[in-house]
Nanobody, 115 residues
Framework: QVQLVESGGGLVQAGGSLRLSCAAS????????MAWYRQAPGKQRELVAS???????THADSVKGRFTISRDNAKNTVYLQMNSLKPEDTAVYYC?????????WGKGTLVTVSS
């Protein structure tokens, strides 16, 4: 079983920055992917960024140039640095880990960007 603990959400003004963290713990043999998703009110959950084993990263077009995903392998932790935040970035952000062939989700952390 894998546990995910997210942190770093909060309220920020437009143009500001936040850094989200997601630490994975438990019986982990091999992590394939660590990713961030978000879900805004009334909308479907969408992929924001992912970090795949080997160092390959992806970022949604809507956040390219503003958000950066990174990973600390030694700590089994993934980060999402969010700069130049916009009100439309307001959402609950979820961490997802694919480890040992299983999908694990965090409980989510709320990011609110005021205009």
């Amino acid at each position: 079983q894998v546990q995910l603990v997210e942190s770093g959400g909060g309220l920020v003004q437009a143009g500001g920055s936040l850094r989200l963290s997601c630490a994975a713990s438990g019986s982990i043999f091999s992590i394939n992917t660590m990713a961030w998703y978000r879900q805004a009110p009334g909308k479907q959950r969408e992929l924001v960024a992912s970090f795949i084993r080997g160092g390959y990263t992806t970022h949604a077009d809507s956040v390219k140039g503003r958000f950066t995903i990174s990973r600390d392998n030694a700590k089994n932790t993934v980060y999402l640095q969010m700069n130049s935040l916009k009100p439309e970035d307001t959402a609950v952000y979820y961490c997802k880990v694919i480890a040992d062939g299983m999908n694990y989700w965090g409980k989510g952390t709320l990011v609110t960007v005021s205009s």
